[in-house]
Structures are given as C-alpha cells and as structure tokens.
C-alpha cells in the first residue's frame, strides 16, 4: 500500500527528498507521516500532513530544516530534507492513518493503518 524511495547517503548541510507512494484505498481521508528509526532506538515521529494537505506538524528536532507535502498526485507524500545533520541517520518510514475529517494530522506511531517499507537515509560529517 506504500512505497518509501529517496534515500542515501549525504553530508552534513547536504538535502534529500523522500517520496512515498500510495496504492489502493489510501486517498485524502488518510493523514500521512514520515517516521524514523536509528539503530537501538524506537520508532519517532518526524512530519505529518492532513489528509487535505491544508495542516502540518513537525518534531522539534526538524522544524525548520524539512517540509512535507503531498505532491501533484493524491496518493504522493513527499519530504524534502534540507541542512542535513548526522543525528538525522535514520531508517525513514512513511504511514498512513484513516481520520475522517481530512483536516486532521496525526503524530503518533501507534495505531497507524498502513506503514511503508524503510528507506535508508545516512547523513556524515
């Protein structure tokens, strides 16, 4: 149902942009994230979107630095990754999250619908 691309590997100050997409049922009456994993550490919470595109939230850690949005296409989430820095190495998963009204985000890691598979992002100094 979703299908995470665009990682590698940068250097600090460098920029990525992550896509997922989404297949099947997943439209605009999901919220959708990204989230990351480090080695030996849980699964937190990065950017989410509504399911309109209209609101975003952000962690503390990222603010400033990423932007999600939905692309072109409906079924497209995207993060752009600007003034990388090496704690942002990461294991990066996009999810979705039916939430009937559209204008609703949603930043917890539990209970999400669907998750994608990881993409791989290494940031080095």
């Known amino acids: 149902q979703l299908q995470a691309s665009g990682g590698g590997s940068v250097q600090v100050g460098g920029s990525l942009r992550l896509s997922c997409e989404a297949t099947?049922?997943?439209?605009?009456?999901?919220?959708m994230g990204w989230f990351r994993q480090a080695p030996g550490r849980e699964r937190e919470f990065v950017a989410s979107?509504?399911?309109?595109?209209?609101?975003?939230a952000y962690a503390d850690s990222v603010k400033g630095r990423f932007i999600i949005s939905r692309g072109n296409a409906e079924n497209t989430l995207l993060l752009q990754m600007d003034v990388l820095k090496p704690e942002d190495t990461a294991v990066y998963y996009c999810?979705?999250?039916?939430?009937?009204?559209?204008?609703?985000?949603?930043?917890?890691?539990?209970?999400?619908?669907?998750w994608g598979n990881g993409t791989q992002v290494t940031v080095s100094s």
């Open positions: 999810g979705a999250k039916f939430i009937p009204n559209s204008n609703n985000y949603y930043t917890g890691v539990a209970g999400m619908d669907y």
């Open positions: 979107i509504s399911g309109n595109g209209h609101r975003t």
């Open positions: 099947g049922r997943i439209r605009s009456r999901y919220a």
